[in-house]
Nanobody, 123 residues
Framework: VQLVESGGGLVQEGGSLRLSCVASGDIISNYAMGWFRQALGKEREFVASISWAGRTIIYADSVRGRFAIARDVIKNTVYLQMNSLKPEDTAVYYC?????????????????WGQGTQVTVSS
C-alpha cells in the first residue's frame, strides 16, 4: 500500500489541524493504520493507531485527549485530528500501515515511509 500524507502547516499554540493520509494500491481495511512523528534531532515516535476493524484505537500518552485518529474506508483515508496543539507537537508526521499487527505502537522498525507532512506549532 502507498501512503501520502497532507494537512500539515503552521499553527499557533492551542490551535487545531487535521492531517490526512490517502492510501492507494490496497484498501485500508486490510491494515492497522497509524501515525508517527519525528521532531528535529529526535527519534521517530508513535502517535496513534487504529486497527483494521476500527475497534482498537491506541494513543501515545503525550497526545491522548488532544488527538483523535479516524478513518474513512470509502475514501481509503486515515485522519489525525489534532487539537490543543503545543509547541512540543512540532514535528514531521508520517502515516504507516501494518498488515500483521492490530496496533502500531508494538513495532518501530518500519522500513517504508512517505514524505510526511510538517506540523509547526508556534508559542
Amino acid at each position: 500500500v502507498q501512503l501520502v500524507e497532507s494537512g500539515g502547516g503552521l499553527v499557533q499554540e492551542g490551535g487545531s489541524l487535521r492531517l490526512s493520509c490517502v492510501a492507494s494500491g490496497d484498501i485500508i481495511s486490510n491494515y492497522a493504520m497509524g501515525w508517527f512523528r519525528q521532531a528535529l534531532g529526535k527519534e521517530r515516535e508513535f502517535v496513534a493507531s487504529i486497527s483494521w476493524a476500527g475497534r482498537t484505537i491506541i494513543y501515545a500518552d503525550s497526545v491522548r485527549g488532544r488527538f483523535a485518529i479516524a478513518r474513512d474506508v470509502i475514501k481509503n483515508t486515515v485522519y489525525l485530528q489534532m487539537n490543543s496543539l503545543k509547541p512540543e507537537d512540532t514535528a514531521v508526521y508520517y502515516c504507516q500501515a501494518d498488515r500483521s499487527l492490530p496496533r502500531l505502537d508494538l513495532k518501530s522498525d518500519y522500513e517504508n515511509w512517505g514524505q510526511g507532512t510538517q506540523v509547526t506549532v508556534s508559542s
